[in-house]
């Protein structure tokens, strides 16, 4: 079936940084999820891009739907030791019913 | 507005019981969804129903599996017999007018599932 493909798997980095990560696929979707997994909680929505080449900030939030529509970034700047969890993209195709495809997520790691 | 509500949030269990989830999905919502996550699979849906009907139960992984909605504010997922590979975070989350353009899904905190 159809996979996303989400990278990196794991990241630590230090307090101020800024972080990078991306979703890419072999199938396009016509809407692109960003979803924030705390430890012990269910996944919250960040932010939701639904048009090609659409930029979409959320705070120090900031995430792309590629032109490709195959693939989609999310980067955090001046990370913070709150943003510790596992970041995960999620897609979705008109064609595929109420059905969202995740990607296998990142977990993010920030040392004060 | 409370979210989406599951229970229990841990359940520790012999291999060989059964064993029950519960949610409670956000008023008005008429899609309902139930997920596995495990480190090795991600998530994985395993089924989703729309206005209490289940609508697609392909990602229920045998007949052990079985979920049902029985009014618009509460679903069970039921494991019978329960099997240690069945170990995993089992979420239940809710939308409105299903997933896609505007539409967003809210997940419960999870039921934490270990099987001994």
């Known amino acids: 079936g159809q996979q996303l493909n989400q990278s990196p798997q794991s990241m630590f980095i230090q307090e101020g940084e800024d972080v990078s990560m991306n979703c890419t696929s072999s199938?396009?979707?016509?809407?692109w999820l960003w979803y924030k997994q705390e430890p012990g909680e269910g996944p919250v929505l960040l932010i939701a891009l639904y048009k090609a080449g659409e930029l979409t900030s959320n705070g120090r939030l900031t995430a792309q739907f590629g032109i490709t529509r195959k693939d989609s970034f999310l980067n955090i700047s001046a990370s913070i030791p709150s943003d510790v969890g596992i970041y995960f993209c999620a897609g979705q195709r008109d064609n595929a019913g109420n059905m969202l495809t995740f990607g296998g997520g990142t977990r993010l790691m920030v040392k004060p | 507005d409370a979210g989406v509500i599951q229970s229990p949030r841990h359940e520790v269990t012999e291999m060989g019981q059964e064993v029950t989830l519960r949610c409670k999905p956000i008023s008005g919502h008429d899609y309902l969804f139930w997920y596995r996550q495990t480190m090795m699979r991600g998530l994985e849906l395993l089924i989703y129903?729309?206005?209490?009907?289940?609508i697609d139960d392909s990602g229920m992984p045998e007949d052990r599996f079985s979920a049902k909605m029985p009014n618009a504010s509460f679903s069970t997922l039921k494991i019978q017999p329960s099997e240690p590979r069945d170990s995993a975070v089992y979420f239940c989350?809710?939308?409105?007018w299903g997933v896609g353009a505007n539409e967003k899904l809210f997940f419960g905190s999870g039921t934490q599932l270990s099987v001994l």
């Open positions: 989350a809710s939308s409105f």
């Open positions: 129903f729309n206005n209490n009907v289940p």
């Open positions: 199938s396009i979707f016509n809407t």
